[in-house]
């Protein structure tokens, strides 16, 4: 695989966080509303425990994941050069994440313990159960039943007439514009991928799913073998 790197638009801290916090099967300010209860349980339980041995236990987890939460949501955040794909900040969210999640359940059990804060903490647990089950509901109906934009069966059967291409030319190497789907169609053609603007891809045919703007080599419908530029 070639590849000549990213070329994207500058994108903005007020960009990145909007698209993080939709990602969660669940409206923006619903995202928002659970982690900031997360929070304030978690400090309530901070708070109410800090004379007890058990927080300096749970500070010694909780605080490195959430600085690492934090790092990697902040780099992604302000890289202005990175696109907006939630898969850069994801290694963080995948690690510290779940760390949070668990503090914030010991939290819940914390206050639910105090006469004072019982009743917070009912209020914010079902909260968080609610939203949670909601959005965990949203995303199995929206994986089990919406509709795929292109299933592996349709794909091969599209870059059939393109593999036959490639066989017959013994071609090696195709260069995909744009970069995503059009990798998987040339990696079924049984040809090599490279980056259409990649410096090595000069006069390397180009796979694409827009028309082309050079000779048609091969067409199937979906997808189509361009002359080089």
């Not at 990213?6 to 994108?11: D, G, I, L, R, S």
């Not at 299933?151 to 995503?180: F, I, K």
């Not at 410096?199 to 067409?219: F, K, N, Q, S, Y």
Request: charged residues 10%.
């Amino acid at each position: 695989m070639r590849s000549g790197g990213q070329n994207v638009e500058p994108t903005t801290v007020a960009q990145k966080l909007p698209t993080l916090a939709g990602s969660w099967s669940l409206p923006e300010w619903a995202a928002v509303v659970l982690a900031v209860i997360s929070v304030i349980l978690i400090a309530g339980a901070l708070l109410t425990t800090r004379s007890d041995p058990s927080a300096h236990t749970v500070g010694l987890y909780l605080w490195p994941a959430a600085v690492g939460a934090l790092a990697f949501v902040g780099w992604w955040a302000t890289a202005s050069h990175l696109p907006l794909w939630v898969r850069h900040p994801a290694p963080g969210v995948f690690a510290f994440f779940p760390i949070l999640a668990a503090s914030t359940a010991r939290a819940c059990g914390v206050l639910l313990r105090g006469r004072t804060t019982r009743v917070l903490a009912v209020v914010a647990a079902s909260a968080l159960v609610v939203g949670i089950g909601t959005g965990s509901a949203l995303h199995a109906v929206t994986s089990t039943t919406a509709e795929r934009w292109e299933t592996l069966a349709a794909q091969r059967a599209a870059v059939e007439p393109l593999a036959a291409w490639v066989d017959e030319n013994d071609a090696a190497w195709l260069s995909a514009q744009p970069w995503g789907a059009a990798v998987s169609a040339i990696v079924l053609s049984g040809a090599h991928v490279g980056l259409f603007d990649a410096p090595a891809m000069d006069g390397i045919p180009r796979l694409t799913g827009a028309e082309c703007t050079t000779e048609v080599l091969a067409d199937s419908g979906r997808y189509r073998i361009c002359a080089a530029e």
